[in-house]
């Protein structure tokens, strides 16, 4: 990848913190405030359909309980993903991968899928969901679908599977070795905290070659100064102060 087909902002979970995480009432609110990237976490469930949920366990975001890898899809779907953010959301699901790149065939919303395996299911994840991304976006307008995860594994089993889509690795805090990792890899981007990052870092990472996206700001000062520094894509959960043109140059 020589140019970063992906605008300079991408909404952090679909909705950010204005909806619902990681549900299609949240790619709605991105798209609704204008935005045409989103970011979102898929897994897989008990039975191996790849759907969408930040944490190991359900209990945070919905009104069940227990281990999403132990759940049954038709478990999974069940369940309220909407009331814990706001009254106006019940009834909201966690989709699946499917119904997200649907939504956003629909929306026309560019998407970073990140593969969030849970514990122990680091490769088989990679695997199915760059499989099943590879096969749903197989034909969507461009910028097509861009992988990234903190699990080194399963983005080795994305490249494996499907080395065709492109990938980011994607850290909390960039460690020692990313470019041995990066390299690796085959990534064409690296994703990271902005929290510990700096203006020689950053101009480090572009000089290997590499597309960097920052996730989670929400200050629009900060973000300018990142992309100042030459960040290609902010994530943000403020989809609403920091606007899909406010770092438009
Ligand atoms: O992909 C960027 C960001 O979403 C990573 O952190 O915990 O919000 O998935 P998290
Ligand atoms: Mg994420």
């Given at each position: 990848m020589k140019t970063w087909p992906y605008p300079r902002v991408a909404a952090h979970r679909g909705g950010g913190t204005l909806?619902?995480?990681?549900?299609l009432a949240g790619l709605r609110t991105g798209a609704r405030f204008g935005h045409t990237m989103v970011e979102f976490d898929a897994k897989l469930s008990a039975d191996n359909v790849a759907f969408l949920l930040h944490?190991?366990?359900?209990?945070r975001t919905s009104n069940g309980h227990g281990?999403?890898?132990?759940?049954?899809y038709e478990e999974l779907a069940r369940?309220?993903?909407g009331s814990w953010r706001?009254?106006?959301?019940?009834?909201e699901r966690m989709p699946t991968l499917a119904q997200v790149a649907a939504c956003c065939g629909e929306l026309k919303l560019a998407a970073n899928v990140e593969i969030k395996p849970c514990e122990g299911r680091d490769g088989e994840t990679g695997r199915l969901v760059a499989q099943e991304t590879a096969r749903l976006w197989a034909?969507?307008?461009?910028p097509g679908p861009l992988l990234s995860s903190f699990s080194y594994a399963a983005l080795e089993a994305a490249r494996e599977s499907t080395p065709q889509l492109p990938r980011g690795m994607l850290y909390e805090r960039v460690p020692e070795d990313w470019q041995a990792q990066t390299a690796a890899l085959g990534c064409v981007s690296l994703h990271a905290?902005?929290?510990?990052?700096?203006a020689a870092l950053v101009a480090r990472i572009k000089a290997a070659g590499l597309f960097i996206l920052v996730y989670t700001v929400n200050d629009l000062a900060r973000a300018r100064e990142l992309v100042r520094w030459g960040v290609d894509t902010i994530c943000t959960d403020r989809i609403d102060l920091i606007g899909p043109h406010a770092l438009d140059s």
């Open positions: 909806a619902p995480e990681n549900t944490d190991d366990t359900v209990d281990a999403a890898a132990r759940l049954r369940l309220d993903a706001d009254a106006q959301f019940a009834g034909n969507a307008p461009l905290s902005h929290r510990h990052l700096d």
